[in-house]
């Protein structure tokens, strides 16, 4: 008898999947600074009907994305430098979210 569901998977399967999903994370950073930047460079100065330059600012919000992006690339890469290479790893549901090869929720 099984119980419950466990995946085995290669280490370069792992490693390639984080490798993806690291990429994803800084592509979304990237874009988001650029995004933020560009906002931030449309900004009139002293403009006094322009509210939405207030502390938590739409370019603000896009710099704060971007940095949680890079943290969660950070995170991915330390996993992915520490895959024991030729091992197969016997993964759950909470290792396959963890590694964002599972949506957080279920469908």
Same mark, same amino acid.
């Given at each position: 008898m099984i119980d419950g569901l466990r995946l085995d998977v290669s280490a370069d399967e792992i490693v390639k999947l984080l490798?993806?999903? /690291?990429?994803?994370?800084?592509?979304?950073? $990237?874009a988001? $600074?650029?995004t933020a930047a560009t906002l931030g460079s449309l900004r009139q100065p002293n403009d006094p009907d322009d509210d939405c330059?207030?502390?938590d600012s739409a370019p603000?919000? +896009? =710099? =704060? =994305?971007?940095q949680r992006e890079r943290e969660?690339?950070?995170a991915l890469r330390f996993m992915r430098d520490h895959v024991v290479r030729g091992?197969?790893? =016997? +993964?759950?549901?909470?290792?396959l979210r963890t +590694?964002? /090869?599972l949506d957080t929720q279920p469908w």
């Open positions: 490798d993806q999903r /690291i990429a994803e994370h800084v592509e979304n950073a $990237d988001d $600074d650029e330059w207030a502390e603000q919000r +896009l =710099r =704060r =994305r971007a969660r690339a950070d091992e197969t790893y =016997r +993964l759950t549901n909470d290792d +590694l964002e /090869i």
